[in-house]
């Protein structure tokens, strides 16, 4: 019997999805049938979810890639295996639940804050530094991440965002300024590591044009997944590490990372791995 899946994405047909096609190539590989599922085309009936006007039938697993909303957890009620599971996925995919719930011994954590724009500058800055970084709590690829010198890039925030947004207000690691390390861990495991590194952004992210190249994998870092996976069970990760002056300092974990430039810096095969993995999986349980 042939293995059926879905990824929860944006849209039915995500042509730059550079991450879902690859998953969806290494699926045929492996004889199973995976389907890419829009959560825009999805709807929740009363006898549930319908994508396009099909009624979504039963299958063994599910690939969330989507954050939002109520509907993503009925399609997930519908498969067998969810990657990652729903409860650590809808935990962990914010910023500040990350940094509380996670106390972390393998590498440092970051002192931070978690207020809106009108906690004020100076009782932040007495608490994390002149200049710290201001965070939104669900945010990804860079977006809502922003430097904060003094009181007007602050009101800055409230201009643009609302003054009831809450942010995660946090230190500024100025020894990772334009390059951080992210770490691909499957199931605790550091498959694949490689440094981001922008010649003009604090930010190292390669959606906005970081480049990549490969990084060793250390024990630090071995130490670090393993110890994330014990705590959160989230069997697909990104780990973003930023470099220290002895110890790397945490930055934040991905629940629903990318993986074009992984594979692109180290060759690692990231998409056939995480296959693998889910295709044992199901074996294991018939």
């Known amino acids: 019997m042939k293995i059926t899946g879905y990824i929860l994405e944006d849209h039915n047909e995500m042509p730059w999805a550079y991450t879902c096609h690859r998953l969806i190539e290494e699926a045929k590989k492996a004889d199973m049938d995976l389907r890419l599922i829009g959560i825009h085309q999805t709807v929740l009936e009363k006898d549930g979810p319908y994508n396009c006007g099909e009624k979504l039938e039963n299958r063994d697993f599910i690939i969330n890639r989507y954050k939002w909303n109520n509907v993503k957890d009925y399609v997930n009620q519908l498969c067998k295996l969810s990657y990652n599971e729903l409860s650590s996925f809808n935990t962990y995919v914010d910023k500040a639940l990350q940094l509380q719930k996670l106390d972390l011994k393998s590498v440092l954590m970051p002192d931070y804050i978690i207020?809106?724009?009108?906690?004020?500058?100076?009782?932040?800055?007495?608490?994390?530094?002149?200049?710290?970084?201001?965070?939104?709590?669900?945010?990804?690829?860079?977006?809502?991440?922003?430097?904060?010198?003094?009181?007007?890039d602050l009101s800055t925030l409230a201009q643009e965002y609302g003054e009831d947004k809450e942010w995660l207000f946090e230190e500024y690691i100025s020894t990772s300024a334009g390059r951080d390390m992210r770490l691909f861990s499957l199931r605790g495991e550091v498959i694949a590591a490689m440094e981001r590194r922008s010649k003009d952004d604090f930010r190292a992210n390669v959606a906005l044009g970081a480049e990549v190249s490969a990084l060793e994998i250390s024990d630090v870092m071995r130490?670090?997944?393993?110890?994330?996976?014990?705590?959160?069970?989230?069997?697909?990760?990104?780990?973003?590490?930023?470099?220290?002056?002895?110890?790397?300092?945490?930055?934040?974990?991905?629940?629903?990372?990318?993986?074009?430039?992984?594979?692109?810096?180290?060759?690692?095969?990231?998409?056939?791995?995480?296959?693998?993995?889910?295709?044992?999986?199901?074996?294991?349980?018939?």
Do not use: Q
Request: glycine share 12%.
């Open 223 to 286: 130490e670090c997944a393993r110890e994330i996976y014990e705590k959160t069970g989230l069997d697909l990760l990104g780990i973003d590490l930023l470099y220290g002056s002895d110890l790397p300092w945490f930055c934040e974990i991905n629940v629903m990372p990318g993986i074009k430039g992984m594979e692109k810096a180290t060759g690692v095969n990231v998409a056939g791995r995480m296959i693998g993995l889910i295709h044992d999986d199901i074996l294991a349980r018939r």
């Open 115 to 152: 207020g809106t724009a009108l906690s004020g500058y100076s009782r932040i800055a007495d608490r994390l530094g002149s200049v710290f970084v201001a965070k939104g709590l669900k945010s990804s690829m860079g977006r809502e991440i922003f430097l904060i010198r003094n009181d007007d």
